[in-house]
């Protein structure tokens, strides 16, 4: 049992202060919607194995009274079976499978992008003898100077919004990706989207992007946890007339909607696909 109902967490931090792991930031959240109290443990990308005491060279980590849990996924599991009593992070085995298709589709459109608009900047804004591991690492993952990966972002940028519409569908039927309360599939996602802010020195979604409402709601749980001072604005991104749109301006292409209430309400789209038929 935690004692004091304090659990200690392992931190991975830039030179701001601010955390740069995904995975750090949704186990920072899972610990407090368990309710516990955090004794972060500071620290950058290099001695972890030290800072650890050997016990791991990867964070997320953390110590409930004296027991070592390593990997953030395992972390949740652990808090729930370890702490039934309080509230589920992952309340049935389904949002499990499903959070699992989740994170690996918004890996692939979004975060793994996103990393690769601002990977210079991740560097720079790491603490200073970080700077050497980020970048031999790094350029060995994405197979060339960080720089030149990162150039030519702004053309990307739009397109990469523009591929979240599946998010911004299901937020504006249900206020959390757990429905009615926050669950692990808010913080999972959202621990990506503070990673971004973390680094993002130009904006990332558009001013008024439809999934503000959401992470700004997210940021405020818990006290504020997703408002550190060291984030960037993830706002104000303004794409060329010759870019997507950062995202969709007319709801209702696609996916699951309430759209059919009898022939008036379908009568447009017949109408346009009728045309199409025509013209074939």
């Not at 994405?142 to 519409?165: F, H, T």
């Not at 749109?245 to 309430?258: C, D, R, S, T, Y």
Request: net charge negative; proline share 7%.
């Amino acid at each position: 049992m935690a004692r004091n109902n304090t659990i200690t967490l392992y931190d991975l931090q830039l030179s701001t202060g601010a955390t740069i792991s995904p995975f750090v930031w949704a186990t920072k959240y899972a610990l407090k919607h368990k309710g516990f109290d955090i004794d972060v443990v500071p620290g950058g990308f290099t001695g972890v194995l030290e800072r650890t005491g050997g016990q791991t060279e990867r964070l997320p980590a953390i110590v409930d009274d004296g027991e070592w849990v390593l990997d953030s996924w395992t972390i949740v599991e652990y808090l729930d079976q370890k702490y039934p009593d309080r509230p589920a992070l992952i309340p049935h085995p389904s949002v499990a499978a499903q959070l699992r298709v989740l994170d690996a589709w918004f890996w692939r459109v979004a975060t793994s992008p996103w990393m690769r608009c601002y990977c210079a900047d991740y560097r720079d804004l790491s603490l200073p003898q970080d700077h050497e591991y980020v970048t031999r690492t790094r350029e060995a993952i994405i197979g060339m100077k960080l720089e030149d990966r990162q150039a030519g972002r702004e053309d990307r940028l739009p397109g990469i919004s523009a591929e979240l519409e599946p998010l911004r569908l299901a937020l504006r039927e249900f206020p959390w990706l757990g429905g009615e309360t926050p669950n692990y599939a808010d913080y999972r996602i959202l621990g990506s989207v503070l990673f971004t802010a973390s680094v993002c020195r130009i904006p990332a979604l558009a001013e008024d992007d439809p999934l503000r409402d959401w992470i700004e709601r997210c940021r405020d749980l818990y006290d504020g946890l997703g408002r550190h001072p060291g984030l960037n604005q993830l706002y104000g991104l303004q794409p060329r007339e010759d870019q997507p749109e950062p995202f969709q301006k007319v709801q209702g292409a696609g996916g699951i909607h309430k759209r059919n209430s009898g022939p008036q309400s379908t009568r447009s789209e017949s109408e346009t696909i009728g045309k199409g038929l025509t013209k074939s």
